[in-house]
């Protein structure tokens, strides 16, 4: 992909410039799109996150400060939030229809290997590759899933104290491998 | 509690980040990250961090058609916020968007949006001043308060009659959330602190007996907070503020 700078085309939001917005949407829609999908595992809502998601960059946009992080970083987690507060609030096992959840789960690829396979991924993936497998499959499935611990410690069939002390302690660990 | 531990802060910062974190200690953190750089900035390390992750996930196909929706909500939350001031959104907004929006639809569109505006503040202030109400002898317009501080423009009319009575009239489309509420607060003695006008019903206009108001005086501050449902718990404001503004009194002849 072609290098894009957030940075500026956020700046471009927060003083009301439209074309701005249009150029990040163009870029970035079908990746965040992913993103909620990913998590909420529905089409409609996913679309609807992504819609909100948008009016918010827009009007949060002034509150973006380049020298903390990096645009896309910014505009995926607002996404990502919102696509959480969805779920924890519908409560995931209620309102899904079964079929389509199926069908997004089965084609979607495992994301460490995935990870393996993408451009800027490198790092990451060396860094979770140094965690035991049950703990690296914590911080993926809360990452990239939106799992919540007890969810997680149900899917792996693992007390929910242990799995709060393996996030913690992954994270020890990732934050001193990626330093 | 935010630790104050670098190990400790790094671990809640990704836990935030990935997504692990309940309501009240999401919404403790999201507070935090306002004042405290230093948190901020290790919430931003996880994100660029982990982000390859969710990059690794590819590209989801989009329907050529959400553009155009996302485009329309973004001219009408424009227009919920500018429409208190007609004269301000032909001033400046106007001539921003004339610029900036390149679609001939929209700007139509637009336009329209405008003057349905006026015509909504015509209504509301011929409304406002019928003459079986007492006359009003006090204005407020509050400004809406993003969660940074930052003032985006008229969202809340307040107007306090002659008689003491208060009417509240939202100009923006507020929705508090689930399980909360918006309160309104006067303030006319800094040693007593902010007092409660009650909580608003849903939509927010309210109109208060006279002798709720104690006192009403030019400069009188009104705020309106977000609080659990039934009202602050502590008879002071305990969420961020989201309208604020001034009383002035009234111009004496009618309009």
Redesign the interface.
């Known amino acids: 992909m072609e290098p894009f700078d957030h940075a500026s085309a956020l700046e471009g939001c927060a003083r ?4 701005s ?2 150029r990040l ?1 163009d870029r970035e ?3 965040l ?3 909620a ?2 998590i909420v595992r529905r089409r409609d809502v ?2 609807e996150v ?2 909100d998601s ?2 918010d960059i ?3 946009a ?2 973006f ?1 380049s020298s ?3 645009g ?3 505009i ?2 607002i996404v ?2 919102r696509a ?1 507060k969805y779920i ?2 519908a409560g995931r096992e209620t309102d899904i229809d079964e079929a389509k959840t199926a069908e997004i789960v089965d084609t ?2 495992d ?1 460490f290997a ?2 393996a ?5 490198a ?3 060396a860094c979770l590759a140094k965690l035991d497998a049950d703990r690296r499959r914590v ?2 499935l ?3 899933e ?1 799992l ?2 007890s969810e997680i410690a149900e899917r792996l069939a693992t007390p929910l104290g242990t799995v709060k002390a393996w ?2 302690r992954s ?2 660990a ?2 001193d491998c ?1 330093s | 509690m935010i630790p104050s531990d670098p ?1 400790g802060r ?2 809640l910062a ?2 935030y ?4 974190l309940d ?1 009240a200690a999401t919404a403790e953190i999201e507070r935090a990250l306002l004042s405290d ?1 230093d948190m ?2 290790r ?3 996880w ?17 050529p058609a ?2 155009a ?3 329309q ?2 001219v009408t ?1 424009r227009h919920a916020l500018g429409r208190t001031t007609p004269s301000a959104l032909t001033r400046s907004k106007h001539g ?1 968007m004339r610029a ?3 679609s001939p639809s929209l700007w139509r569109a637009t336009t329209g949006l405008a003057t349905a505006a006026a015509l909504i503040l015509a209504i509301l202030l011929s409304r406002m001043s019928a003459p079986v109400e007492s006359p009003t002898r006090y204005f407020a317009i509050l400004q809406s308060r ?3 501080g ?1 003032e985006s423009g008229p969202g809340w009319l307040i107007q306090v009659a002659q008689n003491g009575a208060v009417r509240s009239l939202p100009l923006a489309d507020v929705q508090p959330g ?1 399980g909360r509420a918006l309160q309104l607060w006067t303030l006319w003695d800094q040693a007593r602190g902010p007092v409660s006008l009650g909580v608003l019903p849903p939509g927010g206009a309210i109109r208060l007996p006279p002798e709720r108001l104690e006192a009403i005086g030019d400069g009188q501050l009104f705020e309106i907070t977000l609080e659990p449902e039934a009202g602050s718990p502590i008879g002071r404001p305990t969420g961020r503020i989201l309208f604020i503004g001034r009383a002035k009194g009234a111009a004496s002849q009618a309009l």
């Open positions: 009301q410039d439209p074309a917005l249009r949407y829609a079908g990746f799109l992913a993103v999908l990913r996913a679309v992504v819609h948008f009016l827009w009007e949060r002034g509150s400060d903390r992080g990096a896309r970083a910014w995926a987690s990502r939030h959480l924890r609030a979607a690829p994301p995935a990870l396979a993408a451009q800027d991924g790092r990451l993936h911080i993926l809360a990452y990239v939106g919540s611990q996030v913690r994270l020890i990732l934050k990626l | 190990e790094d671990v990704g836990e980040v990935l997504g692990l309501g750089a901020a900035r919430v931003a390390f994100e660029e961090c982990l982000l390859p992750a969710s990059s690794a996930l590819g590209m989801a196909e989009v329907d959400q553009w929706r996302i485009e909500d973004l939350r921003i900036a929006w390149h993003d969660a940074l930052q689930s």
